[in-house]
């Protein structure tokens, strides 16, 4: 088979060249734009991140003034939408609902999109990003039967999703400062991971030239899964299933089984062989929230340090270089803002959108760029002549 290599899973190839994210797997180093992710999380907020990651630099006042503006007064989304959360169980997941809602904005926005012109593409990214914090609260709402709440303008794009995610009709919401913080600093990390399965996903969907919301709709799906997204609530249930830390044992045990196909969710990364940056400042964030709420003693917070430390110190984690990835902690400080699990996904692909929509921007944009279609080792059956029904 000369003219392709056989690479299942892409353990070594590069699908495209990208400017947006840089990540040294060996170092644990995560860059956006070459700004270290550290100083980022610490100095920056989303807006200026989202900035980035679409239009190459950090924007100035005036920039960022304009941006957020834009984005703040595209946060409604259409009003038949609530029609289609109408359409399904009332106990469907939230990503379930987040595949089949973002999706269904490709009807709202199809005729005028040709994705040739870069104005429809800001256009387009624009939306995805102001609406789908709306859509992701909403998928919520839903859930456990309250009205949807509208966004409000005055707030910034953390606070405004945590206003639609805990206000009611009958009760305001003040963002607690440090909460909404912590939030947007999830929001950061998670903004961009380049050739990730999801945002691999988008590329190849837009490709061939398809609609951006449902190419970012087919994103979620592939975030949905517990190898990817899925991991942080996936962590959470392991922490209750886990229960207390005389049982760490038993589960780091079942871990190293190879019979057993559990696996110790949040541990362990295709890229990062090292730590995970993104999950030493999540680490961090975590002892912020828990100090504000006054939960120091959480004892799932506990437990995941103990558990760390105990896998940390395993021959098995240690000789494949299993370190905690972002989405170890990321779980704990968001049920401490009272957040459920069921959430968690949704709230990553809401804070990746931006980096789905500058990644498929990016691919756009380039003249070279070709529909993606990889190739196969066929391993079926040889020619063979058909049988009519009565001789089979
Ligand atoms: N627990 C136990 N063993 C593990 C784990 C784990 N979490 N992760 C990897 N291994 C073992 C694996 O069994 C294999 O062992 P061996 O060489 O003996 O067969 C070895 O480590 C290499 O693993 P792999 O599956 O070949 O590595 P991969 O690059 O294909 O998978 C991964 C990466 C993230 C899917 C995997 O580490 C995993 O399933 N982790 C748990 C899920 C998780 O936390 N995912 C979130 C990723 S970060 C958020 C995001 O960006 O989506």
Redesign the pocket.
């Known amino acids: 088979h000369g003219y392709f290599t056989y690479d299942p899973?892409f353990?070594s190839t590069a699908s495209c060249d990208s400017n947006i994210t840089f990540i040294d797997g060996e170092e644990g180093l995560l860059f956006y734009r070459g700004y270290p992710i550290e100083q980022l999380a610490e100095h920056s907020d989303f807006m200026e991140v989202s900035y980035l990651l679409i239009y190459g630099e950090l924007p100035n006042a005036e920039q960022k003034e304009k941006f957020t503006n834009t984005i703040t007064r595209h946060s409604m989304v259409h009003d038949q939408l609530t029609h289609i959360f109408r359409g399904f169980r009332r106990d469907a997941h939230p990503m379930a609902v987040m595949v089949g809602v973002v999706g269904s904005m490709s009807a709202f926005y199809h005729e005028a999109i040709d994705v040739s012109d870069p104005r429809n593409r800001e256009f387009a990214a624009h939306r995805l990003l102001a609406k789908v914090p709306t859509i992701a609260a909403w998928s919520y709402k839903y859930n456990v039967g309250q009205p949807f709440m509208y966004p409000k303008n005055r707030f910034n794009y953390a606070e405004n999703f945590m206003h639609m995610m805990f206000a009611t009709p009958c009760e305001d919401y003040e963002p607690n400062p440090v909460l909404a913080k912590a939030f947007e600093r999830i929001l950061i990390l998670h903004a961009d991971?380049e050739q990730?399965?999801?945002t691999s996903t988008v590329r190849l969907a837009g490709s061939s030239g398809a609609n951006p919301f449902a190419c970012v709709a087919a994103g979620i799906a592939s975030?949905w899964g517990?190898?990817?997204?899925g991991?942080?609530e996936?962590?959470l249930k392991m922490l209750e299933e886990i229960g207390d830390i005389s049982r760490i044992g038993e589960y780091i045990k079942r871990?190293?089984d190879?019979t057993d196909s559990?696996?110790?969710?949040?541990?362990?990364?295709?890229v990062y062989r090292n730590m995970?940056p993104r999950a030493a400042i999540m680490r961090q964030t975590c002892h912020q929230v828990l100090d504000e709420l006054g939960l120091n003693d959480d004892p799932m917070f506990k437990l995941a340090l103990e558990l760390e430390k105990i896998a940390l110190e395993d021959e098995?984690?240690v000789s494949?270089r299993?370190y905690p990835?972002?989405?170890?902690y990321s779980g704990i400080v968001m049920r401490a803002m009272g957040i459920p699990n069921s959430m968690f996904t949704a709230i990553?692909a809401l804070a990746r959108t931006v980096g789905w929509v500058a990644q498929w921007n990016e691919m756009m944009s380039d003249p070279g760029s070709k529909i993606g279609r990889p190739r196969q080792l066929y391993t079926g059956p040889e020619r063979r002549d058909f049988l009519p029904l009565d001789q089979r």
Not at 226 to 229: F, K, L, R, S, V
Not at 262 to 270: C, D, K, V
């Open positions: 899973g353990l991971h990730n399965a999801s975030l517990p190898a990817h997204g991991a942080n996936a962590t871990a190293k190879k559990f696996r110790l969710m949040g541990f362990g990364h295709r995970d098995y984690f494949r299993l990835n972002v989405d170890f990553f």
